[in-house]
Antibody, heavy 123, light 106 residues
Framework: QLQLLESGPGLVKPSETLSLTCTVS??????????WGWIRQPAGKGLEWIGS???????YYNPSLKSRVTISVDTSKSQLSLQLSSVTAADTALYYC???????????????WGQGAMVTVSS | SYELTQPPSLSVSPGQTASITCSGT?????YVWWYQQRPGQSPLLII????KRPSGIPERFSGSNSGHTATLTISGTQPLDESDYYC?????????FGGGTKLTVL
């Protein structure tokens, strides 16, 4: 059964870079036909898409975050990573890793979600 | 940028039908996905491609999409259906979520 586990520092200082890793188990991130993405949710608020990518090639980012976001893949570790630079308090949220439904084109709905990783931006 | 609009809240009595709307320009020409999020849990995909149910999702959940509005319908609403519900679409290489609807069953 596919499982996604987010990990990373729970506290990041303003202006620094937030870094999270999503470890995929139960399947390989190189398994063709799936896009992988990051979504965040501030406490008590709705879902915000950060970006999605195929394990090799196509990457799509939320235009409002594009200048600060990098999503990368380490196929040898079956990990998806998120980097968000120049963070502010507005980036405080629960960050989810998720796999899209199978499809050769991005982006279908998110079929499998991790449990989320809470990140607080504060000095 | 494209926007999806949902009512912030909806209340329904147990056993009744709940209809949660999601509106967007020409939404009927796009696929819509729906998620259920219970307090403290990750979202769960309950409807994909407008009206299809993933394995394990009860038949009381159904979806439709036409014109400018997609609708999630919960028939015979149960207390355990009390959750936040989000619609999602894909437009101009961007994933868009609706603002979410808090469904109260009382």
């Amino acid at each position: 059964q596919l499982q996604l586990l987010e990990s990373g520092p729970g506290l990041v200082k303003p202006s620094e870079t937030l870094s999270l890793t999503c470890t995929v188990s139960g399947d390989s991130i190189r398994n063709g036909g799936y896009y992988w993405g990051w979504i965040r949710q501030p406490a008590g608020k709705g879902l915000e898409w950060i970006g999605s990518r195929y394990y090799s090639g196509s990457i799509y980012y939320n235009p409002s975050l594009k200048s600060r976001v990098t999503i990368s893949v380490d196929t040898s570790k079956s990990q998806l990573s998120l980097q968000l630079s120049s963070v502010t308090a507005a980036d405080t949220a629960l960050y989810y890793c998720a796999r899209h439904l199978k499809g050769t084109n991005c982006c279908n709905g998110f079929e499998v979600w991790g449990q989320g990783a809470m990140v607080t931006v504060s000095s | 940028s494209y926007e999806l609009t949902q009512p912030p809240s909806l209340s329904v009595s147990p056993g009744q039908t709940a209809s949660i709307t999601c509106s967007g320009t020409d939404l009927g020409h796009k696929y819509v996905w729906w998620y259920q999020q219970r307090p403290g849990q990750s979202p769960l995909l309950i409807i994909y491609q407008d009206s299809k149910r993933p394995s394990g999702i009860p038949e009381r959940f159904s979806g439709s999409n036409s014109g400018h509005t997609a609708t999630l319908t919960i028939s015979g609403t149960q207390p355990l259906d009390e959750s936040d519900y989000y619609c999602q679409a894909w437009d101009s290489k961007t994933v868009i979520f609706g603002g979410g609807t808090k469904l109260t069953v009382l």
